[in-house]
């Protein structure tokens, strides 16, 4: 097991009657007037919720919501999240106005056990970004025990995150623990073939986790606008199409290296301007035309990836494989995502832009794991130590 994921859960201390901090990602999407539009992220820390709350545990809640900038604002107030909570969780959570102070510790001073709190939003305070060792020991200060379940904010060194654990016992919620469980053991002894899928719009943005990816993998299929940059390595007109002009010697060097575990595009849907009303085409990758560009993969590849895929033993999907939020370039992200779901392949996917595709494609429950970290799960491909996860105590 590596250090990641050999970290102690709520499950490993004793609750009974303690007050513990829960840092959970109640970062919900929101419209104007406060009206959540998607509450996924509330109902995924239930089980930490109501394994503390039937096991006596005092319950205080925080979160961020948005980016208030260090001072409070209204629009990111959390009191609409804890009326949500309250609703789904069928009993009582009291919303304390402010997350450190007189009032904050008043207010937890008096809950019994088995009752539930949330915080104001803890970016209301200009310590939390800055992992503030002031205000982290303020937080702490409410409470005996901390437990990270956020595991879309643990590449974040915040105050909440990592100052905190320098004051209280520190252990992982049971989302925080599935999360690395199931990353972890995709990379560390995966049931083979394991195959990675990555797409999105960059290569850029995604060499790392490429470069981390590719000796550990079986098979790696790319598609997205980051394809491109590698078609053009492989001197490929590709019109109108992202390119990373800068990056076309890394789409080399990672070719070389990949060998026959690469598996690019071999056609291809092009249209002349990324809009819902322009005309899309079937092209082999051969064919572009000058004053086109790539927006998705074409019907061959989503066969060449299904075909991979069918026989797959892990599969880790990062990244759409086209401008899927328009529908008119969503199929081959739909293609391969049915492909998934059809095959006995544990499928782990990953990136915001993807669930978020894949969720109003209304395909995502059909996948084995849905990452909730966006930013999280991508450093975590890239090998890299979240500071949240690596603050937290190691069951020895
Ligand atoms: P994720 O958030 O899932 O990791 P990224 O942020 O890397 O994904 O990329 C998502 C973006 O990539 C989407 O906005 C999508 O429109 C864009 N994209 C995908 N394919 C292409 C393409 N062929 N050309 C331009 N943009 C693309
Ligand atoms: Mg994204």
Redesign the pocket.
Known sequence: MTVEYAKKTVADVPVDGRRAFVRVDFNVPMDQSGHILDDRRIREAFPTIQYLIKHGARVILASHLGRPGGKPNPAYSLRPVAERLQTLLGQPVEFIPEAVGPVAESAVQRLLPGQVALLENLRFYPGEEKNDLGFAEQLAKLADLYVNDAFGTAHRAHASTVGITKFLPAVSGFLMEKELRTLGNALESPKRPLVAII????IS??IDVLNHLLPRVDRLLVG??MA?TFLKAKSLNVGK??VEEDRVSVAKQIMSQAGAKLVLPVDVVVAER?DPTALPEVMAIDQIPGDK????IGPKTVDVFAQILQNAGTVIW????????IPAFAEGTLGVARALAQSKAISIVG????VGVLEQLGIAEQMSHVSTG?GAS?EFLEGKILPGVAALEDRT
């Open positions: 797409g999105g719009a960059k943005t995604k997205g606008g491109n199409s992202l990324v560009m790539i927006l998705d990062n990244g759409p494989l086209g401008v899927a939020e990136g915001g832009d993807l966006g991508l």
